[in-house]
T-cell receptor, first 110, second 113 residues
Framework: AQRVTQPEKLLSVFKGAPVELKCNYSYSGSPELFWYVQYSRQRLQLLLRHISRESIKGFTADLNKGETSFHLKKPFAQEEDSAMYYCALRAETSGSRLTFGEGTQLTVNP | DGGITQSPKYLFRKEGQNVTLSCEQNLNHDAMYWYRQDPGQGLRLIYYSQIVNDFQKGDIAEGYSVSREKKESFPLTVTSAQKNPTAFYLC????????????FGPGTRLTVL
Protein backbone atom coordinates (compact mmCIF):
# COMPACT_ATOMS: atom_id res chain seq x y z
CA ALA A 1 0.00 0.00 0.00
CA GLN A 2 1.11 3.53 -0.67
CA ARG A 3 2.06 5.95 2.05
CA VAL A 4 2.80 9.68 2.27
CA THR A 5 4.94 11.16 5.02
CA GLN A 6 5.36 14.79 5.95
CA PRO A 7 8.06 14.79 8.61
CA GLU A 8 7.41 18.29 9.94
CA LYS A 9 4.11 18.93 11.73
CA LEU A 10 5.07 22.54 12.36
CA LEU A 11 7.30 24.84 10.34
CA SER A 12 8.01 28.46 11.16
CA VAL A 13 9.93 30.92 8.98
CA PHE A 14 10.32 34.66 8.70
CA LYS A 15 8.84 36.70 5.90
CA GLY A 16 11.18 36.79 2.92
CA ALA A 17 13.01 33.63 3.88
CA PRO A 18 12.99 30.52 1.71
CA VAL A 19 10.66 27.75 2.73
CA GLU A 20 10.61 24.05 1.95
CA LEU A 21 7.88 21.69 3.07
CA LYS A 22 8.98 18.10 2.84
CA CYS A 23 6.96 15.24 1.42
CA ASN A 24 8.16 11.67 1.02
CA TYR A 25 6.19 8.79 -0.37
CA SER A 26 6.37 5.05 -0.69
CA TYR A 27 4.84 3.52 -3.78
CA SER A 28 6.38 1.14 -6.25
CA GLY A 29 4.50 2.34 -9.32
CA SER A 30 4.16 5.70 -11.04
CA PRO A 31 2.39 8.06 -8.66
CA GLU A 32 0.63 11.31 -9.23
CA LEU A 33 1.53 13.84 -6.52
CA PHE A 34 -0.39 16.85 -5.25
CA TRP A 35 -0.09 19.62 -2.73
CA TYR A 36 -3.30 20.81 -1.07
CA VAL A 37 -3.53 23.89 1.16
CA GLN A 38 -5.99 24.95 3.83
CA TYR A 39 -5.88 28.60 4.85
CA SER A 40 -7.48 29.66 8.10
CA ARG A 41 -11.29 29.48 7.89
CA GLN A 42 -11.14 28.38 4.25
CA ARG A 43 -11.69 25.09 2.49
CA LEU A 44 -9.03 22.65 1.57
CA GLN A 45 -8.00 23.40 -2.00
CA LEU A 46 -5.55 22.15 -4.57
CA LEU A 47 -2.33 24.17 -4.72
CA LEU A 48 -0.46 22.30 -7.42
CA ARG A 49 0.09 18.91 -9.00
CA HIS A 50 3.28 17.52 -10.39
CA ILE A 51 1.97 16.69 -13.85
CA SER A 52 1.16 20.36 -14.45
CA ARG A 53 4.71 21.49 -13.74
CA GLU A 54 3.37 24.89 -12.77
CA SER A 55 4.18 27.52 -10.19
CA ILE A 56 1.26 28.64 -8.08
CA LYS A 57 1.57 31.63 -5.72
CA GLY A 58 5.34 31.32 -6.11
CA PHE A 59 5.38 27.68 -4.98
CA THR A 60 6.96 24.91 -6.99
CA ALA A 61 7.37 21.20 -6.39
CA ASP A 62 9.43 18.68 -8.30
CA LEU A 63 8.80 14.98 -8.25
CA ASN A 64 12.04 13.14 -7.47
CA LYS A 65 11.41 9.48 -8.17
CA GLY A 66 14.89 8.48 -7.07
CA GLU A 67 14.39 9.96 -3.63
CA THR A 68 10.61 9.36 -3.65
CA SER A 69 10.03 12.96 -2.67
CA PHE A 70 7.81 15.85 -3.70
CA HIS A 71 8.99 18.77 -1.63
CA LEU A 72 7.18 22.11 -1.87
CA LYS A 73 9.39 25.18 -2.18
CA LYS A 74 9.09 28.93 -2.26
CA PRO A 75 12.10 31.24 -2.42
CA PHE A 76 10.55 34.12 -0.48
CA ALA A 77 7.79 33.30 2.00
CA GLN A 78 4.94 35.74 2.60
CA GLU A 79 2.72 36.09 5.66
CA GLU A 80 -0.29 35.04 3.60
CA ASP A 81 1.38 31.68 2.98
CA SER A 82 0.64 30.70 6.57
CA ALA A 83 -1.62 27.66 6.32
CA MET A 84 -1.85 23.90 6.68
CA TYR A 85 -0.30 22.08 3.75
CA TYR A 86 -1.03 18.48 2.79
CA CYS A 87 0.86 16.33 0.35
CA ALA A 88 -1.23 13.70 -1.43
CA LEU A 89 -0.61 10.79 -3.77
CA ARG A 90 -2.78 9.05 -6.33
CA ALA A 91 -1.63 5.57 -7.19
CA GLU A 92 -2.25 4.28 -10.69
CA THR A 93 -3.87 1.21 -9.18
CA SER A 94 -6.22 3.04 -6.84
CA GLY A 95 -8.41 4.86 -9.32
CA SER A 96 -9.33 8.28 -8.01
CA ARG A 97 -8.43 7.63 -4.39
CA LEU A 98 -5.95 9.99 -2.77
CA THR A 99 -3.62 9.14 0.09
CA PHE A 100 -2.79 12.17 2.22
CA GLY A 101 0.16 12.93 4.45
CA GLU A 102 -0.19 14.12 8.01
CA GLY A 103 0.06 17.78 7.10
CA THR A 104 2.50 20.60 7.91
CA GLN A 105 1.35 23.79 9.59
CA LEU A 106 3.39 26.63 8.11
CA THR A 107 3.66 29.91 9.95
CA VAL A 108 5.34 32.87 8.30
CA ASN A 109 6.32 35.46 10.87
CA PRO A 110 6.59 39.18 10.05
CA ASP B 1 -16.42 26.48 -3.76
CA GLY B 2 -20.05 27.17 -3.07
CA GLY B 3 -20.91 24.13 -5.17
CA ILE B 4 -20.29 21.73 -2.29
CA THR B 5 -22.19 22.26 0.91
CA GLN B 6 -22.00 20.40 4.19
CA SER B 7 -24.41 20.83 7.01
CA PRO B 8 -24.42 21.51 9.81
CA LYS B 9 -21.09 23.20 10.53
CA TYR B 10 -21.10 21.96 14.13
CA LEU B 11 -22.92 18.91 15.41
CA PHE B 12 -23.23 17.54 18.91
CA ARG B 13 -24.56 14.12 19.77
CA LYS B 14 -24.77 11.89 22.76
CA GLU B 15 -22.76 8.71 22.85
CA GLY B 16 -24.65 5.76 21.41
CA GLN B 17 -26.70 7.80 18.95
CA ASN B 18 -26.37 7.54 15.20
CA VAL B 19 -25.91 10.81 13.36
CA THR B 20 -26.07 11.68 9.66
CA LEU B 21 -23.87 14.33 8.05
CA SER B 22 -25.09 15.98 4.89
CA CYS B 23 -23.06 16.60 1.73
CA GLU B 24 -24.61 18.15 -1.37
CA GLN B 25 -23.02 19.33 -4.61
CA ASN B 26 -24.46 21.15 -7.61
CA LEU B 27 -21.37 20.79 -9.77
CA ASN B 28 -22.70 17.75 -11.62
CA HIS B 29 -19.69 15.81 -10.40
CA ASP B 30 -19.70 12.05 -10.74
CA ALA B 31 -17.61 11.05 -7.76
CA MET B 32 -17.94 11.98 -4.10
CA TYR B 33 -15.79 11.25 -1.07
CA TRP B 34 -15.87 11.38 2.71
CA TYR B 35 -12.72 12.04 4.71
CA ARG B 36 -12.01 12.30 8.37
CA GLN B 37 -9.48 14.93 9.47
CA ASP B 38 -7.71 14.49 12.80
CA PRO B 39 -4.77 16.57 14.07
CA GLY B 40 -1.48 14.95 13.18
CA GLN B 41 -3.10 12.27 11.05
CA GLY B 42 -4.02 14.15 7.93
CA LEU B 43 -7.07 13.14 5.94
CA ARG B 44 -8.22 9.54 5.93
CA LEU B 45 -10.72 8.22 3.43
CA ILE B 46 -13.92 6.78 4.90
CA TYR B 47 -16.08 6.00 1.85
CA TYR B 48 -16.26 7.07 -1.76
CA SER B 49 -18.66 6.78 -4.63
CA GLN B 50 -17.75 6.88 -8.31
CA ILE B 51 -21.35 6.88 -9.61
CA VAL B 52 -24.90 6.90 -8.33
CA ASN B 53 -26.03 3.77 -6.48
CA ASP B 54 -22.47 2.59 -6.01
CA PHE B 55 -19.92 3.18 -3.26
CA GLN B 56 -16.77 1.61 -1.85
CA LYS B 57 -15.12 1.45 1.52
CA GLY B 58 -12.10 3.59 2.14
CA ASP B 59 -9.37 3.03 4.69
CA ILE B 60 -11.43 3.60 7.84
CA ALA B 61 -15.00 2.56 6.97
CA GLU B 62 -15.77 0.68 10.19
CA GLY B 63 -18.58 2.33 12.12
CA TYR B 64 -19.72 4.44 9.17
CA SER B 65 -22.31 3.99 6.42
CA VAL B 66 -23.23 5.93 3.29
CA SER B 67 -25.76 6.02 0.49
CA ARG B 68 -25.68 7.50 -3.00
CA GLU B 69 -29.25 7.57 -4.25
CA LYS B 70 -28.82 10.86 -6.08
CA LYS B 71 -25.86 12.25 -7.98
CA GLU B 72 -25.81 15.43 -5.94
CA SER B 73 -26.06 13.89 -2.48
CA PHE B 74 -23.75 11.63 -0.46
CA PRO B 75 -24.82 11.52 3.22
CA LEU B 76 -22.57 9.91 5.83
CA THR B 77 -23.99 8.18 8.90
CA VAL B 78 -21.75 7.86 11.92
CA THR B 79 -23.09 4.90 13.84
CA SER B 80 -22.76 4.00 17.48
CA ALA B 81 -20.25 1.35 16.42
CA GLN B 82 -17.67 4.01 15.58
CA LYS B 83 -15.38 3.98 18.60
CA ASN B 84 -13.99 7.49 18.32
CA PRO B 85 -16.44 9.58 16.28
CA THR B 86 -15.44 13.06 17.46
CA ALA B 87 -13.62 14.58 14.48
CA PHE B 88 -13.77 16.99 11.59
CA TYR B 89 -15.46 15.46 8.53
CA LEU B 90 -14.78 16.64 5.00
CA CYS B 91 -16.75 15.84 1.89
CA UNK B 92 -15.26 16.19 -1.59
CA UNK B 93 -16.36 15.68 -5.17
CA UNK B 94 -14.65 15.11 -8.50
CA UNK B 95 -15.94 15.70 -12.00
CA UNK B 96 -15.12 12.66 -14.07
CA UNK B 97 -11.66 11.37 -14.91
CA UNK B 98 -9.46 9.99 -12.18
CA UNK B 99 -7.00 12.79 -12.78
CA UNK B 100 -9.55 15.53 -12.18
CA UNK B 101 -9.17 17.65 -9.08
CA UNK B 102 -11.12 16.90 -5.94
CA UNK B 103 -13.08 19.87 -4.59
CA PHE B 104 -13.76 20.03 -0.88
CA GLY B 105 -16.68 21.19 1.19
CA PRO B 106 -16.36 23.39 4.30
CA GLY B 107 -16.55 20.45 6.71
CA THR B 108 -18.62 19.42 9.71
CA ARG B 109 -17.19 19.20 13.19
CA LEU B 110 -18.86 16.38 15.08
CA THR B 111 -18.55 16.20 18.83
CA VAL B 112 -19.90 13.18 20.66
CA LEU B 113 -20.54 13.84 24.33
Amino acid sequence: AQRVTQPEKLLSVFKGAPVELKCNYSYSGSPELFWYVQYSRQRLQLLLRHISRESIKGFTADLNKGETSFHLKKPFAQEEDSAMYYCALRAETSGSRLTFGEGTQLTVNP
Amino acid sequence: DGGITQSPKYLFRKEGQNVTLSCEQNLNHDAMYWYRQDPGQGLRLIYYSQIVNDFQKGDIAEGYSVSREKKESFPLTVTSAQKNPTAFYLCASRRGAYTDTQYFGPGTRLTVL
